[in-house]
């Protein structure tokens, strides 16, 4: 059985919103990743690689920068419950392009 051709075009149509829609999402989110605050915060809530995924940030303070590598220590209350609260040390890294990405995550007693 053939769909008509005009079902052909609005699923096209749909498909290349969805693509462009993505592509400009990525590019906000590149482009917001420049700043170091944003980048752990995005990581820490929003992740889905994240087993150490945090409900929200309390506080954000750096402890270290050097221009390239940053540690950041993190107050906040997990995602899961019983929502405890949470100190972590994050070790950022700034690619070449400019934008941070967090390498690794110390949890604090």
């Known amino acids: 059985m053939k769909l008509p051709r005009k079902n052909h075009s609005k699923i096209l149509v749909f498909l290349i919103l969805l693509i462009l829609f993505s592509f400009i999402r990525f590019k906000i989110i590149q482009n917001n990743s420049r700043d170091l605050a944003y980048s752990v915060e995005r990581y820490l809530t929003s992740n889905i690689f994240n087993l150490n995924k945090l409900h929200h940030i309390d506080s954000l303070h750096m402890t270290f920068s050097d221009g390239k590598l940053a540690i950041v220590q993190v107050d906040g209350k997990e995602k899961k ?11 950022v890294q700034k690619s070449s392009k400019g934008i941070w990405r967090v390498k690794k995550l110390y949890q604090i007693p």
Do not use: E, R, T
């Open 81 to 91: 419950s019983p929502h405890k609260k949470v100190k972590y040390d994050v070790l």
